[in-house]
Nanobody
Framework: QVHVVESGGGSAQEGGSLTLSCAVA????????VAWFRQAPGKEREGVAE????????YVARSLRGRVTISQDSAKTTVYLQVNSLKPEDAGMYYC???????????????????WGRGTQVSVSS
């Protein structure tokens, strides 16, 4: 069955690093693509990064390249998001989502994703 469960959220220090985990269903074409999105209070949801489970191809939002890494374990049942050099602007609710392997809309587009986790909260202290 399709499922998405995030973990790893909490408090982190500005300038530090944080790793979030997303448990996903075993592979099928319906869950071939996994992404992380985030939303700060009062702001719109934005895409962070995505990965294609079969090929390992990744895409990171342009403004976050160099600080964000998305990866998966060898069994392809867990997807990780690592954020380095944390800034106060990184705080918010982080969501993991899954969708079909093939999406012709575009990179890191929320319309490609049909199943979402409940989210995990991240706070950044100075």
């Amino acid at each position: 069955q399709v499922h998405v469960v995030e973990s790893g959220g909490g408090s982190a220090q500005e300038g530090g690093s944080l790793t979030l985990s997303c448990a996903v269903a075993t592979y099928s074409e319906a869950v071939g693509r996994v992404a992380w999105f985030r939303q700060a209070p009062g702001k719109e949801r934005e895409g962070v990064a995505e990965i294609v489970r079969t090929s390992g191809q990744t895409y990171v939002a342009r403004s976050l390249r160099g600080r964000v890494t998305i990866s998966q374990d060898s069994a392809k049942t867990t997807v990780y998001l690592q954020v380095n050099s944390l800034k106060p602007e990184d705080a918010g609710m982080y969501y993991c989502a899954t969708g079909p392997r093939v999406c012709l809309i575009g990179a890191l587009d929320s319309r490609c994703y049909n199943t979402w986790g409940r989210g995990t909260q991240v706070s950044v202290s100075s």
